[in-house]
DNA sequence: AGCAAATATTGCGTGCACGCAAGTTTGCGT
DNA sequence: ACGCAAACTTGCGTGCACGCAATATTTGCT
């Protein structure tokens, strides 16, 4: 189950997905965030403008996907990898560390922050682990037939979605909330945390797994 | 805390805002969701085209809106309505409930599922629940500093839209599946079952908090 | 090798979102 | 009552997303 479809062609296009996020990364980076049309990202890729919207479906989705390669579905993969007596919290918690915990650049991160536009993207794009993420839970639980699974990969993503956005904010500037302003802390901390709150309902889950197949 | 704001200027804002939806609406009943343009709306309230962006960002929004009125913003309220003792799990089930069971138009329903763009603008609407939810919880939580409260809002929000989406689609082709095929039950059923995931997560954030005051 | 079906690319046309810089209306202090 | 400042509306210009139909490329089959 590697590569479905045929040979040359996918490979072609594969080819041009990559030639066309790299140019949009490139020139994002050149010129800046704001300054980079659809039409030269085109023109750097060697495609027609109409063919850059065949592939992403905003200005934004390139350079975010070119920083994020294929992040999410490996996260679901990642899942997939662990052995099943693991428990699911963890196993998930584990895979989506390990995705997120890459060598990071540091000139990326300042290019996604530049623009709201382009942060917005960003996060958006990590919504695309849900699908992935929820075959891969239906796969332990061996729930169909329940929302369940689906609803808590759409919790994780939302989970990780908090967890980048909080990150990524500006420290902010410290107007008495009443307490204590909290330094947003480290990536895998904020992504620790975050899913943490959902640990209960993924035992719960997995638990209501084991006694369906016990009985 | 009522209308705050000053008096006449936002009265003639929500005016237009109203008038705004209520033409998307009629319009879409009248010629269909995809023969309506943004301009034919803002000229039947009155209003020059660039205005309807700034009280809407996209064409679908205002249709949208007319259907769900202020549905989203209502349900924080609802659950701030409920007294402290009921369990948290159950005040948002039933405030979600209490507001997704309203008296439904038949034609409305019909018109967002006719196009497939209207359906994704409706399930996104649902998403507004997320902010004024997460304030509710958080208020009830008492729980500042931690990331719980958010994502717990955002996993909820995730849960009616997925059970939105599932209420929304046609029953599909029975393409087996392996087992047996269920036939989309009522709204409720399928909000209930949503929320039915997420239950053990709240109440561990609730069992928390009672440490934390007791202490 | 050659051909037909499947699939990709491209140009064109349309409608849309939104920044910007006038112009207009509303609110409020004096 | 007056007038200034803040907030809202509008027109314009630009870039973008995408349906459609024509064209080009790849593939599998014989």
Redo the contacts with the bound molecule.
Sequence with gaps: MTTR?????????QA?RVALREAALRLALKDGPDN?????I?EAA????????????????AIVAAVTAERESRVATAVAARPAHVRLADALTEAILEQYTEPRDHDEVLLINASPTLRDAFLDAAAAIEHPLAAAIDQRLGDTGTPTARVLAASVAAAVRIALRQWLQPPAAPLATGGLVVPSGSLPDLLRSALAALAPALDAAEEQARQRLQQ
């Design positions: 479809r045929t040979g040359l062609r996918e490979q072609k296009k041009t980079v049309r659809v039409d030269d085109a060697g495609v027609s403008p109409r063919t850059y919207n065949n592939y992403f479906s905003s200005r934004e989705q």
